[in-house]
């Protein structure tokens, strides 16, 4: 509950919540939103078939989550879903042979197919009344964050986005993908300042690979 506690802790009068979690998954977080006091609603957005499939198959009967299969990104379209043998790291970039497997765990990480998906940006979303303005976002897409922030920018110029957390690299994991320092700056800008990382990710020889940062409105 760490991850998903420590963003509530910053959504001040937290009746009728809503709240994003851009890269559900198979509902890992999903399963902490449901347990913060004064949730209204979770809108969990998750691109990949599979994954949207388990996300239904646990979450589907409760009426706090509101499940779309649809990515998040700069502009509406559609994008190229990289996807990998763990399910965990299918990204919009392709992976780094070379430095996502200096921390594989059991196996090296490959590409096993590409799809296309359909993608939307968070200004679209609540500018058409498809989704509510979210009071706190949780993004987890794989170096796509940055992506997901640049089609957020009027909704987090209006001030109503309280609180941000995001997976940060400080390794190119995937090829071309934005690292903190590029996610840093925008925020920045955006108004929101660096409030705590969260279980950084440490390389055998002290090198920080990644960690979750969670961002607050200055």
Same mark, same amino acid.
């Given at each position: 509950?760490?991850?998903?506690?420590?963003?509530?802790?910053?959504?001040?009068?937290?009746?009728?919540?809503?709240?994003?979690?851009?890269?559900?998954?198979?509902?890992?977080?999903?399963?902490?939103?449901?347990?913060?006091?004064?949730?209204?609603? #979770?809108?969990?957005? *998750?691109?990949?078939?599979?994954?949207? %499939?388990?996300?239904?198959?646990?979450? =589907? &009967?409760? !009426?706090?989550?509101?499940?779309?299969?649809?990515?998040?990104?700069?502009?509406?379209?559609?994008?190229?879903?990289?996807?990998?043998?763990?399910?965990?790291?299918?990204?919009?970039?392709?992976?780094?042979?070379?430095?996502?497997?200096?921390?594989?765990?059991?196996?090296?990480?490959?590409?096993?197919?590409?799809?296309?998906?359909?993608?939307?940006?968070?200004?679209?979303?609540?500018?058409?009344?498809?989704?509510?303005?979210?009071?706190?976002?949780?993004?987890? #897409?794989?170096?796509? *964050?940055?992506?997901?922030?640049?089609? %957020?920018?009027?909704?987090?110029?209006? =001030? &109503?986005? !309280?609180?941000?957390?995001?997976?940060?690299?400080?390794?190119?994991?995937?090829?071309?993908?934005?690292?903190?320092?590029?996610?840093?700056?925008?925020?920045?800008?955006?108004?929101?300042?660096?409030?705590?990382?969260?279980?950084?990710?440490?390389?055998?020889?002290?090198?920080?690979?990644?960690?979750?940062?969670?961002?607050?409105?200055?």
């Amino acid at each position: 509950m760490q991850l998903i506690a420590a963003l509530a802790a910053h959504a001040g009068d937290a009746q009728g919540l809503i709240a994003y979690d851009v890269g559900a998954h198979r509902g890992g977080t999903v399963a902490e939103w449901v347990m913060v006091p004064g949730l209204q609603r #979770v809108v969990a957005f *998750e691109p990949d078939p599979q994954n949207c %499939a388990a996300l239904r198959e646990r979450f =589907g &009967g409760d !009426a706090r989550v509101d499940i779309r299969e649809v990515g998040l990104g700069a502009a509406d379209g559609v994008f190229t879903l990289h996807r990998n043998n763990y399910d965990a790291t299918h990204s919009p970039f392709p992976i780094d042979p070379v430095v996502i497997n200096r921390w594989a765990d059991a196996s090296d990480i490959v590409e096993i197919a590409r799809i296309e998906a359909p993608v939307r940006s968070v200004d679209s979303l609540v500018a058409s009344g498809e989704a509510p303005p979210p009071r706190l976002i949780k993004i987890d #897409v794989q170096g796509g *964050e940055l992506s997901v922030l640049t089609g %957020a920018r009027a909704t987090l110029a209006g =001030g &109503g986005v !309280a609180a941000i957390l995001l997976e940060v690299e400080f390794l190119p994991l995937y090829l071309g993908q934005p690292l903190f320092a590029d996610v840093h700056r925008f925020l920045s800008a955006a108004g929101y300042h660096p409030s705590q990382l969260l279980e950084p990710k440490v390389r055998a020889d002290g090198t920080l690979v990644w960690a979750d940062a969670l961002y607050v409105r200055e």
